[in-house]
């Protein structure tokens, strides 16, 4: 294939909540489009975009899938972001890449958590936003109401198409520019029951068109109307400047109003040339510099999606900025500052693969076999390429220790552990300090999960998932001043001898540990003191409450004494972790626990429950408010208290709930978690001793 052109060429994301029809939308899109002979289906099987084995026995994305294809010369690439909280990053990070997003709604239940998250999303990267109402074959699909929940969450919607009849009656879409009727038999005429809601309807779509241009809004007032291709234009360009969110509907099941859409997208959305321009920052500080998307400029491009195919390897997932690529050149990845070698260009189709021989500005493609190019890299030509600003990836929320089923498997799952990390960069990999097992950091309980059998499935390896870890920290609350630390060993041979003198006090919450120097007339020889600051470090490792690590303390060396002989680096290390044991213990320790933002939605119906739940685990409420028939509630909660909190919500609401959570702050534990802390860290001390 060759480069179709800077202007004929879209990328699209698909977004909105979990189950409300994306995957099958995009697949609607692809049957329609001439690609796939007959329509995928999440539920047997074949959808091409949920193509992992995890995705169909779930019957739900987990991971964003890439789909290229050329329709009516033009040549789109779409990619389908799962709607799962757990999963929703992976989709987040794409649209950093993309150009446009159809945001699609359900006509049961209309906009949720999850679709205004993505919308918030797509508002906050600049990406204009065509939505879509889906479902509409099926029994009890409002399309008013589902307007009605876009404009709640703060959408400027305005319909650009209706529907015609609703549930088994669904037989097609009117056309709002053209007032012409589309069905399975073609274009036709409004049926005369809905003539007046179509007119009213075209009212304000025009209305809302002429608001947003201030030549058409002149002449709309002038002469009352707008001709066919002012109306054209003026929705595009709103469209594209975020103005506007135009709202076509139908059905991905019955396919009906599925071809309005596509070549709407094709029509509304931005070219590579038409979106908000790329920048990138320039040679001088603070300095930003354009990267027009020109074939005939240098090579830029940004890495969104690394995926770990059975047959290609590593395949790193990029969506060209500028310039053109070939097979077989050199390259950059410019955020590590590490030449790469291009091989093979591939097209991606879901889990399949074409080669192709070039690529062009909006063209997203993949490269096998980079040497550590991570997801969310700016490459760049070899010699004079831009780069871009990196993609940020957000950190996962908690933290799970796991474990080899069986003994001697250790090392396969760690390499494991660090290719599956590779591949979803919202997953981390670390070990705990103080019992040196191996932690794994998702986003969600079943991200973590999940995760755990990909790696069985990908690399034969079978691992347990223990109770997630709460990662606690320790501190002081007040300041303690001139506690000496002191190691003297000197009796017979080569002795030991150092004492330092440390002042402690606390620091603001995440500034870490700060070691000051204020040693005078040599009481410590200048040599020693690094060790000193060494013997600090490791006694922070683990605290003296718990065993948890200390941060935000200032620690002031202020005197000491040394001896002659008898004075060295071990002894000074040791002098300051004893030092600093015994200041912190005289600053009143505290024991730390992370504070979770937590969103939850669930049906009014559940509010009560939900909130008494949320409260049970010392949780505060901090708002609640009412979309629709769905409660929305914001609450800070101890992560301690929310690691197995998926299942609980789940049954609380029959599975209606949905919940989200990020890390907020950290916050001291009250008496009787500290308590339970303690006891804890003693149990497991005794045993091991
Ligand atoms: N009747 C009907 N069913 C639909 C329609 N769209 C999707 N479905 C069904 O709804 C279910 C969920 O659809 P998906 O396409 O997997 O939804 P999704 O938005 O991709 O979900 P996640 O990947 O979990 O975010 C499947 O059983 C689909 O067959 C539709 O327009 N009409
Ligand atoms: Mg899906």
């Known amino acids: 294939m060759e480069h179709t052109g800077v202007e004929q060429t879209r990328s699209f994301a698909l977004v909105g909540h979990s189950g409300d029809g994306k995957t099958s939308l995009g697949e609607a899109l692809l049957h329609l489009a001439g690609e796939k002979k007959t329509l995928g289906k999440v539920d047997d099987g074949t959808s091409s975009l949920d193509y992992l084995p995890e995705e169909r026995k779930r019957a739900s994305s987990i991971s964003s899938s890439i789909y290229s294809f050329d329709w009516s010369e033009t040549h789109l690439t779409l990619v389908d972001t799962p709607g799962d909280p757990n999963f929703q990053t992976d989709g987040q990070i794409a649209l950093n890449a993309l150009d446009g997003a159809v945001l699609l709604v359900s006509a049961m239940g209309g906009a949720k958590v999850g679709t205004e998250r993505m919308f918030r999303r797509c508002q906050s990267l600049e990406i204009p936003v065509v939505a879509f109402v889906n479902g509409l074959d099926r029994e009890r699909s409002d399309f008013a109401s589902a307007m009605e929940s876009l404009r709640k969450i703060e959408v400027n919607a305005t319909a650009l198409t209706l529907p015609i009849g609703s549930d088994r009656n669904f037989s097609g879409v009117i056309d709002l520019l053209t007032m012409k009727a589309l069905t399975p038999e073609g274009t036709g005429e409004i049926p005369a029951e809905l003539a007046e809601e179509a007119e009213e309807a075209r009212g304000r779509l025009v209305e809302s068109i002429a608001e947003c241009d201030d030549l058409l809004l002149e002449k709309y007032l002038e002469e009352g109307e707008l001709s066919e291709s002012e109306l054209r234009e003026g929705l595009v360009q709103a469209t594209r400047k975020r103005q506007l969110v135009p709202v076509l509907c139908g059905s991905a099941e019955t396919l009906l109003g599925v071809d309005r859409l596509l070549r709407g997208i094709v029509e509304m959305l931005p070219s590579p040339r038409d979106r908000t321009p790329w920048s990138a920052p320039g040679p001088e500080e603070g300095s930003e510099i354009e990267v027009p998307a020109d074939p005939a400029g240098p090579f830029s491009a940004i890495v969104f999606k690394t995926v770990i195919d059975r047959y290609a390897g590593t395949l790193s997932v990029f969506r060209v900025v500028s310039g053109t690529l070939t097979p077989d050149v050199t390259i950059l990845d410019a955020t590590r500052g590490q030449k790469q070698r291009v091989g093979k260009l591939v097209l991606l189709k879901g889990g399949d693969h074409v080669d192709i021989t070039v690529a062009g500005p909006g063209d997203v493609i993949a490269v096998a076999k980079f040497k550590d190019v991570h997801t969310g890299d700016a490459l760049t030509a070899e ?295 303690v006891a804890e860290s003693q149990a497991a001390k005794d045993g091991t001793s």
């Open 383 to 677: 010699k004079g390429g831009v780069a871009l600003r990196p993609i940020p990836i957000p950190q996962g929320v908690i933290s799970y220790a796991i474990q080899a089923k069986s003994k001697g498997d250790e090392d396969k799952v760690y390499t494991s552990l660090g290719r599956l990390v590779e591949e979803d960069p919202t997953l981390q990999l670390g070990r705990e300090a103080s019992t040196g097992e191996f932690l794994l950091t998702g986003m969600g309980e079943l991200h973590v999960r999940t995760a755990a059998q990909k790696l069985q499935r990908m690399f034969g390896v079978e691992v347990e998932l223990k109770t997630p870890k709460v990662p606690y920290r320790e501190t002081i609350t007040r300041r303690a001043e001139h506690v000496e630390g002191k190691l003297k060993k000197q009796t017979g041979g080569k002795g030991m001898f150092g004492v330092c003198y440390l002042t402690v006090e606390p620091k603001a919450r995440g500034e870490g540990i700060e070691f000051v120097d204020a040693v005078k007339g040599g009481a410590i020889p200048r040599s020693l003191i690094p060790a000193v600051e060494k013997g600090i470090q490791e006694a922070c490792l683990a605290g003296p409450v718990a065993g948890f690590p200390v941060v935000d303390v200032r620690v002031y060396c202020i005197d000491g004494k040394h001896h002659s002989v008898d004075s060295n680096e071990m002894a000074f290390k040791l002098a300051g972790s004893f030092g600093f044991k015994a200041a912190v213990e005289k600053a009143g320790p505290a024991i730390l626990e992370p504070i979770m933002d937590v969103d939850i939605a669930a049906p009014s119906d559940f509010v009560g429950d939900v909130m008494g739940d949320i409260s049970s685990r010392r949780g505060r409420v901090q708002s609640s408010e009412a979309r629709g028939s769905t409660q929305v509630i914001q609450a800070q909660v101890p992560m301690s208290e929310m690691l197995e909190y998926a299942s609980r919500l789940t049954s609380m609401t029959g599975g209606q709930g949905e919940f989200h959570m990020t890390f907020s702050h950290y916050d001291e534990v009250p008496a009787h978690v500290r308590e339970k802390l």
